[in-house]
């Protein structure tokens, strides 16, 4: 629907995105330019904003056994979608052994970076219904996150009943319904950082709210002050990590989970119930429970973020991969978080 060729600053705003079909099916779009998306592609330029829009019942489809696939959103750098309602969506991909796969993230271009701020993501759909992996080789897919060399945040967003699925037999499929942070291609800038979110919805098994994938990740992956509960059952289990020792989790709950992974560090975790009003959680009012403070760092490049946790001084990179990869006149705000 709208190729970003070059220059910076393109802007859409209010604007419905609905039944819109995307698909591709020849090999050499594998690493044509930025690589394509359904909504949005790039080949070059950056800081696109896509504002209080919304995009529903649109089709992406990728028969082809490519690297990359065919995403609603293959976004240029420093890019943002907020205030946007995505919802009713379906990708249907041929997944790549070793390779993950989004309905929201980039594609095959390096060193690009993006953020999702304030959007409510539902009843998405992402389901590999063939595969170009042999068997007990593995993929990912996720709803909202990288596919490569990338970095990209999630703030003050909720993802309420997506759906991640494989209908082919023999691979090891790692699904989530959520966020998927993967590096596989070259783990020196990919990772992705999470905050202020709500993942809600039916439980499924051997489906994850937050799933990391690949051996090549080297950036640290922070989720602060989200919430995690299954409508309908007593035991649920939202993370699949991959190398946990590069996790934080700062001031979050889970209603469902009985016990927490070993491997990621943990600091002022719940297991309480959460009452909602809504979307609104009230685990993340003053009078319930103190979280970790979050700014955005710099506001001429707003993908990144800064945390503080409670008690501290210092500031944290939320998603030290997104620094990392930041490069000329724009300053690593963090350093020492960014290695």
């Not at 696939?69 to 750098?77: D, E, K, R, T, Y």
Request: charged content about 15%.
């Amino acid at each position: 629907m709208i190729y970003i060729w070059s220059g910076s600053g393109t802007t859409v705003e209010g604007c419905e995105f609905v039944r819109c079909f995307g698909g591709r099916c020849a090999s050499w779009e594998e690493s044509n330019y930025g690589g394509p998306g359904n909504i949005c592609s790039a080949e070059a330029g950056s800081t696109t904003a896509f504002t209080d829009c919304i995009v529903s019942n649109c089709w992406s489809l990728c028969p082809h056994t490519l690297g990359y696939g065919m995403p609603l959103f293959s976004l240029p750098s420093n890019s943002r979608l907020t205030r946007c309602l995505i919802e009713n969506n379906f990708y249907e991909c041929r997944p790549l052994a070793n390779r993950g796969y989004t309905l929201i993230g980039n594609t095959c271009s390096g060193n690009r970076h993006f953020t999702i701020d304030g959007c409510v993501i539902r009843k998405n759909q992402i389901l590999s219904s063939l595969t170009g992996a042999e068997p007990g080789e593995s993929f990912a897919l996720g709803i909202v996150g990288n596919q490569a060399a990338l970095g990209f945040t999630v703030v003050n967003t909720v993802f309420d009943s997506n759906v991640a699925s494989n209908a082919c037999a023999g691979v090891n499929a790692v699904l989530s319904r959520g966020v998927l942070v993967s590096a596989t291609d070259n783990g020196s800038t990919a990772g992705g950082g999470i905050a202020n979110c709500t993942f809600t919805g039916p439980k499924v098994d051997g489906v994850c709210e937050v799933a990391q994938f690949g051996l090549g990740l080297s950036k640290t992956m922070n989720i602060v002050n989200s919430i995690f509960t299954v409508t309908d059952a007593p035991v649920a289990n939202p993370f699949s990590f991959s190398v946990p020792s590069l996790v934080k989790i700062y001031d979050s709950s889970a209603k469902n989970l009985i016990y927490l992974p070993a491997g990621p560090t943990y600091d002022g975790w719940g297991f309480d119930p959460v009452p909602f009003d809504g979307y609104r959680p009230k685990a993340k009012l003053p009078d319930i429970r103190t979280t970790c403070d979050l700014s955005t760092n710099n506001p001429a490049m707003p993908v990144t973020f800064a945390f503080r946790p409670n008690g501290a001084t210092a500031w944290q990179a939320l998603s030290p991969a997104v620094n990392a990869s930041l490069t000329g006149s724009v300053r690593d705000p963090v350093a020492a978080s960014s290695t």
